[in-house]
């Protein structure tokens, strides 16, 4: 079955050092998401890509940065790790077109990252 | 104003009870709406969309969509205790039609 992966699961890292976090999808979806979830908040988007070589910023973009070199993956990269970025990750696909019943979008199953 | 606004919680009802799950939205020209459901721990799942004004059914859920209110309803019948979970609403924001925009979700708690 087709499906999207994300690892690590759980990591403890220091602050000021890099961290990426992986994405994997097979669906073949052309357009990729990354969100981060906190208390409070919801989810709030960090990068998102419509296909390869595309990305583009969200509105909690700062400190990020992501790269689209294949429809499979969208790594997301912490260039120097933060507390207030310790948070559940969660990366998500949908196929290109309108919204609807075959538009989903699918969620990994999260990353959970504690920097200390 | 949040874009997605939705009561935290907990929502606490009885099991067999209605569960009514309330989102409001600020974006005049949204066309299309999402619920979600996360279970703790895990990730968000999609349970219904709605695109018209109205009413739609799926089983024991039931979106409700009045865009002049710019309002949008989730309500679980027959409310069990595995329907527990927090439920995010959900709208892309314009211009980036796949950019959802969710609600910080609301709590639900059934109770035998």
């Known amino acids: 079955d087709a499906e999207i992966t994300q690892s690590p699961r759980h990591k403890i890292t220091e602050t000021g050092r890099q961290v990426t976090l992986a994405c994997h999808q097979t669906?073949?979806?052309?357009?990729m998401f990354w969100y981060r979830q906190d208390l409070g908040h919801g989810l709030r988007l960090i990068h998102y890509?419509?296909?390869?070589?595309?990305?583009n910023k969200g509105e909690v973009s700062d400190g990020y940065s992501v790269s689209r070199s294949n429809t499979e993956d969208l790594p997301l990269t912490l260039e120097s790790a933060a507390s207030s970025q310790t948070s559940v990750y969660f990366c998500a696909s949908s196929a290109s077109g309108t919204p609807g019943a075959g538009n989903t979008i699918y969620f990994g199953e999260g990353s959970w990252l504690t920097v200390v | 104003q949040k874009e997605v606004e939705q009561n935290s919680g907990p929502l606490s009802v009885p099991e067999g009870a209605i569960a009514s799950l309330n989102c409001t939205y600020s974006?005049?020209?949204?066309?299309?709406f999402f619920w979600y459901r996360q279970y703790s721990g895990k990730s968000p799942e999609l349970i219904m969309s709605i695109y018209s004004n109205g009413d739609k059914e799926d089983g024991r859920f039931t979106a409700q969509l009045n865009k002049a209110s710019q309002y949008v309803s989730l309500l679980i019948r027959d409310s069990q205790p595995s329907d527990s979970a927090t439920y995010l609403c959900a709208v892309p924001r314009l211009g980036g039609y796949n950019k959802l925009i969710f609600g910080a979700g609301t709590r639900l708690a059934v109770h035998p």
């Open positions: 974006d005049r020209g949204s066309q299309s």
């Open positions: 890509s419509y296909g390869v070589q595309d990305t």
């Open positions: 669906w073949n979806h052309n357009n």
